[in-house]
């Protein structure tokens, strides 16, 4: 599979650079090309989209706004997707001393892949300011703005610096989640999700109590409730799990938990399967999670927790499990030859554990 670094490859460029001499009269095709392609097999994924708008602003006009008109002209015929944040990450790079030019424009080019990166350049400067716009913006009709106000605000984005002052205080953003909490589009109401599960890593109270004062019996609400506190429940958190009268006082064992081999290499499935055994009189609520320890480049080991079922384990219930799990290097893992670890949890409990040999 190519690599995804390659979406701004030559063939890019060149339709880039058609794009926006085509659109600007003065701007130097061949010498953008030239710049811009210089170092590209040294950039991954990241660095190229930053060295595009760098480079994109040493060729436009020096003015700012002029700047940005051109990009308005060039937008319709630039891909969208993820490569369509050149236009953003232009704006959040060289906007900052014209905000209100730079809202407008990052609430426009959010539609045509995301400024919930560049968003952040502005909180981090100036968050009440910047807050108070994305208010505004979680009332907007349109489905990507409303997710850039939740998206952009969380405080750790994936991809993104963390945003400090929202760790200390996350109730910054409450207003715009409150304005979320029930939205009707489910590409809104993930990134809902995802940022109150930001918030409960480092303000677990905090986000237990917003929650609760909230609907649960809105169906839109009640599931950004239950994807918020994956990370909670995965950990076990009694409060948690009582949200979802998930049993907290777990009584089963596991029995016959086999791996299919203790000897994998790189690219393989490991399956594996097990017994799931109530020894209890009444019924339990179960979540069921299953756990890879990979190992790091530094030798040292990394738990990664999955999803795997949900169910009520009836009194004395014996229920047989199985899974796989495919170990092949991806854009956001890389894999090391070791010993690895595979737990099988159950309402944050570890109730089962057996190494393998993983070989790259």
Not at 74 to 92: C, I, M, N, Q, S
Not at 221 to 242: C, P, Y
Request: aromatic share 10%; with cysteine.
């Amino acid at each position: 599979m190519e690599p995804l670094k390659e979406m701004f490859n030559l063939e890019f460029y060149q339709h880039y650079a058609t794009v926006f001499s085509d659109v600007d009269r003065n701007f130097n095709a061949p010498a953008f090309l030239k710049d811009v392609t210089a170092n590209l097999d040294e950039l991954e994924l990241n660095g190229r989209l930053r060295n595009t708008a760098v480079v994109l602003q040493k060729h436009l006009p020096k003015s700012f706004e002029a700047a940005v008109d051109i990009l308005y002209k060039a937008a319709p015929a630039l891909k969208r997707g993820y490569t369509a944040l050149v236009l953003p990450d232009f704006v959040g790079l060289y906007g900052k001393e014209h905000f209100q030019r730079s809202m407008e424009a990052l609430k426009d080019f959010t539609s045509l892949g995301s400024s919930e990166f560049a968003i952040r350049e502005f909180l981090r400067v100036d968050l009440d300011r910047t807050l108070k716009v994305m208010q505004q913006w979680a009332e907007d009709k349109d489905e990507h703005v409303r997710r850039l106000a939740s998206e952009g605000s969380r405080p750790r984005l994936p991809w993104s610096f963390k945003l400090e002052q929202l760790i200390k205080d996350p109730a910054l953003t409450a207003s715009i989640l409150e304005r979320l909490k029930a939205d009707e589009s489910a590409y809104v109401r993930k990134s809902v999700a995802n940022h109150l599960n930001d918030i409960s890593k480092d303000n677990t109270s905090y986000m237990l109590q917003l929650v609760k004062s909230w609907d649960s019996g809105n169906l839109h609400t009640s599931w950004i409730i239950k994807h918020a506190s994956r990370t909670l429940i995965k950990k076990g958190n009694q409060e948690s799990l009582s949200l979802f009268a998930f049993e907290k006082d777990v009584k089963l064992q596991i029995d016959n938990f086999k791996l299919s081999s203790n000897q994998l290499h790189l690219g393989q499935d490991l399956q594996f399967g097990f017994e799931l055994k109530s020894i209890k009189d009444q019924p339990q609520k179960l979540v069921i999670d299953y756990a890879v320890h990979y190992i790091k480049a530094s030798g040292e080991q990394s738990k990664k927790v999955f999803k795997l079922k949900e169910l009520t384990l009836q009194p004395h219930q014996v229920l047989q499990i199985t899974k796989k799990q495919l170990f092949k290097d991806l854009t956001t893992r890389k894999h090391y030859s070791g010993t690895h670890i595979l737990e099988i949890i159950v309402n944050g409990q570890v109730f089962g554990a057996k190494e393998f040999e993983l070989h790259c």
